[in-house]
């Protein structure tokens, strides 16, 4: 019963912060006006928009099944990626303030001076995040299910509702001021969880009763190239994911950029560190015949620790945590979608749609997107992790070769942009049905993306250079 009722006071302190929070125009709506002036809130939202209810579960869960090698790929490409995330960031700011840019195909237009190539991307955007929103949904309901006891439809209405009016009411000021909350229970859970496993098992002489085979880096239930393919495509998206880029956006300078560059690494080293080891530490401190079961469905195991690891009522604590995860993930996402179709492709085939009548499209085309991916969650066959690691890796994959090129190589051009583009999603969609499984066809996509982008820039460099040097000016 805490449970339930935490839940509902929860709910209704964002629904009241949503309110507080709103704005009445498309820029405010989608950008906060770029006033946000606080380096912890962006950086610790930005950690909470990262990570979902489908790391807390699959991400925690999915050491029982790949071992220590998950653990240390996962931690070493989210901490360097985050570093690396925030050691650009001040030039992703820049450029965006630059070009008044208030989405990333935007962006990625006005620099490249391409409206095809950023009808493209959003297009690529709106069909891959749809798919990237199931497995969160599929989080939530899981959690819902093992924590206050409903069925899974229920855990998936329940999820539906919160995510819809937190989303339609608040925007990206909601979305990142909740989220900095929503950071911190995240953190919470995180380490108090950790902690919890860590203390059942003895301390560090839970190491002694861990199996050879799951510490084992060599990987002999799950191959090491498979799961390092899986956690470099999943941390990638730190760099590059537009749901992430747009809180750059948000910030009032590069000083808030810069500081918020210490928060951001910080919060995620930790998250990452305590979520992805509970699945091997599980080993050390619960019975083979209890782990059993989960072996098959890793997406299962944090909620059964919660229960059983930690005092009564203090699993509230983490029912909160990984609702926090999934709603500030859910709702950042659906905004970039819904911006992305409504802003990008709505005003590329009419120019002069007005702002309110956009914003208007923004809310209710959200609405659809997050009702259809909760019910495409009804049935998902897949664990959690691989779902996350191809549809997140294609989007961050498709957007990292033309972000990182336009920021650093004056030479990118019109069709470099467009050509890269579907080069990288191409490429991902024909290896991941008939490559090698070894190899995750992000690396592929990144490779593909970049000898594209460089060739066809350098093929049509001259009169393209022209025209993105005249846009640069202008803007």
Same mark, same amino acid.
């Not at 999603?425 to 070894?438: A, E, I, M, R, T």
């Given at each position: 019963?805490?449970?339930?009722?935490?839940?509902?006071?929860?709910?209704?302190?964002?629904?009241?912060?949503?309110?507080?929070?709103?704005?009445?125009?498309?820029?405010?709506?989608?950008?906060?006006?770029?006033?946000?002036?606080?380096?912890?809130?962006?950086?610790?939202?930005?950690?909470?928009?990262?990570?979902?209810?489908?790391?807390?579960?699959?991400?925690?869960?999915?050491?029982?099944?790949?071992?220590?090698?998950?653990?240390?790929?996962?931690?070493?490409?989210?901490?360097?990626?985050?570093?690396?995330?925030?050691?650009?960031?001040?030039?992703?700011?820049?450029?965006?303030?630059?070009?008044?840019?208030?989405?990333?195909?935007?962006?990625?237009?006005?620099?490249?001076?391409?409206?095809?190539?950023?009808?493209?991307?959003?297009?690529?955007?709106?069909?891959?995040?749809?798919?990237?929103?199931?497995?969160?949904?599929?989080?939530?309901?899981?959690?819902?299910?093992?924590?206050?006891?409903?069925?899974?439809?229920?855990?998936?209405?329940?999820?539906?509702?919160?995510?819809?009016?937190?989303?339609?009411?608040?925007?990206?000021?909601?979305?990142?001021?909740?989220?900095?909350?929503?950071?911190?229970?995240?953190?919470?859970?995180?380490?108090?969880?950790?902690?919890?496993?860590?203390?059942?098992?003895?301390?560090?002489?839970?190491?002694?009763?861990?199996?050879?085979?799951?510490?084992?880096?060599?990987?002999?239930? &799950?191959?090491?190239? %498979?799961? $390092?393919? +899986?956690?470099?495509?999943?941390? #990638?998206?730190?760099? /590059?994911?537009?749901?992430? @880029?747009?809180?750059?956006?948000?910030?009032?300078?590069?000083?808030?950029?810069?500081?918020?560059?210490?928060?951001?690494?910080?919060?995620?080293?930790?998250?990452?560190?305590?979520?992805?080891?509970?699945?091997?530490?599980?080993?050390?401190?619960?019975?083979?015949?209890?782990?059993?079961?989960?072996?098959?469905?890793?997406?299962?195991?944090?909620?059964?620790?919660?229960?059983?690891?930690?005092?009564?009522?203090?699993?509230?604590?983490?029912?909160?945590?990984?609702?926090?995860?999934?709603?500030?993930?859910?709702?950042?996402?659906?905004?970039?979608?819904?911006?992305?179709?409504?802003?990008?492709?709505?005003?590329?085939?009419?120019?002069? &749609?007005?702002?309110? %009548?956009? $914003?208007? +499209?923004?809310?209710?085309?959200? #609405?659809?997107?997050? /009702?259809?991916?909760?019910? @495409?969650?009804?049935?998902?066959?897949?664990?959690?992790?691989?779902?996350?690691?191809?549809?997140?890796?294609?989007?961050?994959?498709?957007?990292?070769?033309?972000?990182?090129?336009?920021?650093?190589?004056?030479?990118?051009?019109?069709?470099?942009?467009?050509?890269?583009?579907?080069?990288?999603?191409?490429?991902?969609?024909?290896?991941?049905?008939?490559?090698?499984?070894?190899?995750?066809?992000?690396?592929?996509?990144?490779?593909?993306?970049?000898?594209?982008?460089?060739?066809?820039?350098?093929?049509?460099?001259?009169?393209?250079?022209?025209?993105?040097?005249?846009?640069?000016?202008?803007?």
């Amino acid at each position: 019963m805490l449970n339930q009722i935490l839940l509902v006071v929860y709910v209704a302190l964002i629904v009241l912060l949503s309110i507080k929070l709103r704005q009445g125009t498309f820029s405010g709506f989608v950008l906060s006006d770029r006033n946000i002036a606080f380096p912890a809130v962006i950086g610790i939202a930005y950690t909470a928009a990262y990570f979902s209810a489908a790391s807390f579960l699959g991400g925690g869960g999915y050491g029982l099944v790949a071992g220590l090698p998950w653990v240390v790929y996962a931690a070493f490409f989210h901490v360097g990626f985050a570093c690396l995330a925030w050691l650009i960031a001040p030039r992703i700011w820049a450029m965006a303030k630059e070009y008044d840019a208030k989405t990333v195909p935007q962006l990625l237009e006005r620099r490249h001076n391409s409206p095809t190539g950023k009808v493209i991307l959003a297009a690529i955007m709106l069909i891959l995040y749809a798919v990237y929103l199931v497995p969160i949904f599929k989080g939530c309901a899981t959690l819902f299910q093992g924590l206050i006891g409903v069925t899974y439809i229920d855990g998936l209405i329940i999820a539906m509702i919160i995510v819809a009016v937190y989303y339609a009411i608040g925007g990206l000021p909601a979305i990142i001021w909740i989220g900095f909350i929503q950071g911190v229970l995240m953190l919470g859970g995180a380490v108090l969880l950790y902690g919890s496993l860590l203390n059942a098992g003895g301390g560090m002489e839970i190491w002694n009763n861990i199996p050879a085979a799951i510490t084992n880096m060599s990987g002999e239930m &799950v191959p090491w190239q %498979k799961t $390092l393919g +899986m956690a470099f495509s999943i941390s #990638l998206g730190l760099l /590059a994911l537009p749901d992430l @880029l747009i809180m750059i956006f948000s910030a009032k300078d590069t000083r808030v950029v810069r500081f918020a560059g210490i928060y951001g690494p910080i919060s995620i080293a930790i998250y990452a560190f305590c979520i992805f080891s509970l699945g091997i530490l599980a080993y050390g401190a619960i019975s083979p015949e209890a782990l059993q079961p989960f072996i098959k469905n890793p997406d299962g195991l944090v909620p059964y620790l919660a229960k059983t690891m930690l005092p009564p009522g203090f699993d509230a604590l983490i029912l909160l945590a990984a609702i926090s995860a999934a709603m500030s993930t859910i709702s950042a996402i659906v905004l970039v979608t819904t911006t992305s179709l409504t802003s990008d492709i709505l005003r590329y085939l009419r120019p002069t &749609v007005s702002d309110n %009548k956009v $914003l208007l +499209m923004t809310r209710a085309v959200g #609405l659809a997107i997050i /009702a259809a991916a909760a019910i @495409l969650a009804v049935n998902v066959p897949e664990q959690i992790v691989p779902l996350v690691s191809v549809s997140m890796g294609v989007i961050a994959c498709c957007v990292f070769v033309p972000l990182i090129f336009g920021l650093y190589w004056d030479r990118g051009t019109s069709a470099g942009f467009v050509v890269s583009l579907l080069a990288s999603f191409g490429s991902v969609v024909v290896w991941q049905f008939f490559g090698n499984p070894l190899i995750h066809p992000v690396f592929i996509g990144l490779i593909c993306g970049t000898i594209a982008y460089v060739g066809g820039s350098l093929a049509t460099g001259r009169s393209a250079d022209h025209s993105a040097g005249e846009m640069r000016k202008a803007a």
